[in-house]
């Protein structure tokens, strides 16, 4: 936590946004294509470059840093015409905002939960038009893992049979999982991603943004895949993360608050496709009313 004010990550599924939440750290997982990137990941446009930052203000610094041209990436977006660090003034004022606690099927821990909702009323309090709403998608978890599994697999196709005791199990086992799909499983699971970008196109047509929980959970012991009790994989207990990866909309994390253990708690802030300026911009407006990235508590040695 707070080791170092800038950073860069790649999000395919939740990377940038889960070590936020777990930190008390801001980030945003952009637009895809907005920070272009070489060489291209093998996850495809599951992968998202972000910046994970003290603040708002350090994220927007540094996107207007890394959003520069790249002719080798093909699939970038043109650079922003307007520095993402002109945040729009009382942003959140008649701004339609939909709060979905669970998406529909998470379970979410009650403290984190609490949190959330508290840091919901706050956007209320600025002005917005609050709504708790779901977006009205079941939960894509198994398409998902095809499209995941399948990167993870080219990402070790080179490794020869010998060396793949060495690899991390759970990373050896998603990559076998993934080298057994076919052309059509991967179809399928994008047919999937398709419709539900078509879903949250017409979602944000009514609402601006999206507040759910970053993480239904707090940090864990780490080390482990999963905490204790939960499905083995990664991915049931990130529910909240990578639906917005299949989207390719901008998704936030911004601490806030902390549990009575002293855990931080992150808040996701989703905008549509293209939206990351205003994402930013209500992200930072939270941030002055709430500054929980000023708080630091206690660090406990074992």
Aim: a negative charge.
């Amino acid at each position: 936590m707070r080791l170092a004010p800038l950073a860069v990550g790649t999000d395919g599924g939740g990377s940038v946004r889960i070590p936020a939440a777990f930190t008390g750290t801001f980030t945003l997982k952009p637009t895809y294509g907005l920070v272009p990137h070489y060489p291209a990941s093998p996850f495809g446009t599951l992968a998202h470059i972000g910046p994970i930052t003290w603040t708002v203000a350090g994220a927007a610094l540094m996107l207007d840093v890394i959003t520069g041209h790249d002719s080798r990436d093909w699939s970038a977006l043109p650079p922003p015409t307007t520095p993402f660090t002109d945040f729009t003034p009382n942003v959140l004022d008649g701004l339609r905002v939909a709060y979905s606690p669970t998406l529909g099927h998470a379970a979410v821990q009650p403290e984190v939960a609490a949190l959330v909702a508290a840091a919901v009323g706050v956007f209320a309090e600025l002005g917005a038009k609050v709504e708790q709403v779901d977006p009205g998608f079941d939960d894509p978890v198994r398409d998902f893992e095809t499209l995941w599994f399948a990167g993870a697999a080219k990402v070790v196709e080179r490794l020869p049979a010998s060396r793949r005791d060495e690899l991390d199990p759970g990373l050896r086992e998603v990559a076998e999982q993934g080298a057994r799909l076919s052309a059509l499983d991967y179809l399928e699971a994008t047919a999937t991603r398709v419709r539900l970008g078509q879903l949250m196109g017409r979602f944000h047509e009514e609402y601006d943004l999206l507040l759910t929980p970053t993480l239904p959970i707090t940090a864990f012991e780490a080390g482990r895949e999963a905490p204790p009790g939960a499905r083995a994989r990664w991915t049931g207990w990130t529910p909240f993360t990578y639906p917005f990866n299949m989207t390719r909309q901008p998704a936030a994390s911004v601490p806030c608050g902390f549990t009575p253990a002293g855990l931080p708690v992150g808040l996701q802030v989703a905008g549509p496709r293209h939206a990351d300026a205003l994402v930013l911009s209500a992200c930072a407006a939270y941030e002055q009313a709430r500054p929980w990235h000023a708080h630091h508590p206690a660090v406990q040695l074992s």
